[in-house]
């Protein structure tokens, strides 16, 4: 395999099986684990609970930006690569080992908690490393392209794990996958971690990281020259981001809730659907990224901000129809129109920061708004849901986020023809 080949191989894997394992909770948070773990509530509030165990995950990730950002900017990027893959694949496997509330009352909740918080300090650390891995390697004129490997990572990780769980909710009966069939994926991911650890050691710490080593030019302290040098262009690259965090979340996980839950439609024509949405995600992110290489991050990102708004209103009613094709084609349109956003995102986050605080930049860039955005989103649009008993209110809600994202990126400069330093 070519050098870039495998480094792009290794940014690819790495998100993907991380995402595979956070998507395979955030699935069961919206199919089975109101009943698993939190039986004593109605099935909306048990979704709700359930989602607020998925909003830990959110919620850990600035921890994890805080102490593996720190780390990437002085110890390198493949060492965090290594260690946040490790992590990630020992909390899905014990997750996979919990007992139900049934067998072990309130103390199964509360480990899956910490389980959930230990899964998202690794995803926190894990993503800028996974982006600048090929950015960082590859040639100045494809950074868009190259960032975008890693984006593929989330929708590969999420279509395998959607798929997983889609054939073992066809194998296995409703009463089976509720006691031991969900536990299956969790358990599985140990074979994918260990063969993403394989890929990734044969891939060399980047030019610019060693050039920096070479030079004594690291951060003393990456965070705090992030926050105090750099603080614009954080708010700047984390604003650019919420409305697409938001969208996904949308999309992967409030998706498989509304269909099965409210609409009452069956879980494997929601997992499909979701199925296919990542299929097309997959294919599209790195392209729209290389179309940012030629005609600027900036246009390419407010070209899918503006599609977005607009779908965020049809997409409700397409689900409402009932009719399992406009299903698909709505799920999908809205991954298609997410990938024009997220393609050109990861360069265009990299790109607002020096070598030196890239890592601790980019990582608090992604983790602190994925508070706000994709963490809390499924709790919201739940909420809205509950309350307003209408779903405007979601798309509105969405829609806003768009907007911030807009107004963030107004306020950007263009970098993608500029030296990264």
Known sequence: MAPMRRIAAASVIGTMLEYFDFAVYNSLAALVFNRIFFPAYDPLTG?????????????ARPVGGVIFGRLGDRRGRRFVLMTTLVLMGLATVLIGSLPSYQDAGIISPLLLVLLRFVQGAAVGGEWAGAVLLSFEHGAPDERGRNGAWAQMGP???????????????????????QSWGWRIPFLASAGLIGFGLWLRSGVDETPLFEQLQARHALAPAPLREVVTGHWRRLLVAGGARIGADVMYSLLVVFTLTYLTTVRHESRVLALTAVCIGCAVHALAVPRFGALSDHHGRRPVYAAGILFAVAWAFVYFPLLDSGAPLLIGLAVAAGFLVHAVMYGPQAAFIAEQFPTRVRYAGSTLAYTLVGILGGGLAPLVFTVLLRDRGSTIAISGYLAGTLALSAVALLAARETYRLPLD
């Open 47 to 59: 979704t709700l609970l359930a989602f607020a165990t998925f909003a830990v995950g959110y919620l």
């Open 155 to 177: 929708s590969l990780g999420t279509l395998l794990a959607t798929a997983f769980i889609a054939y073992i909710t066809v194998t296995l009966n409703a009463a089976d996958f």
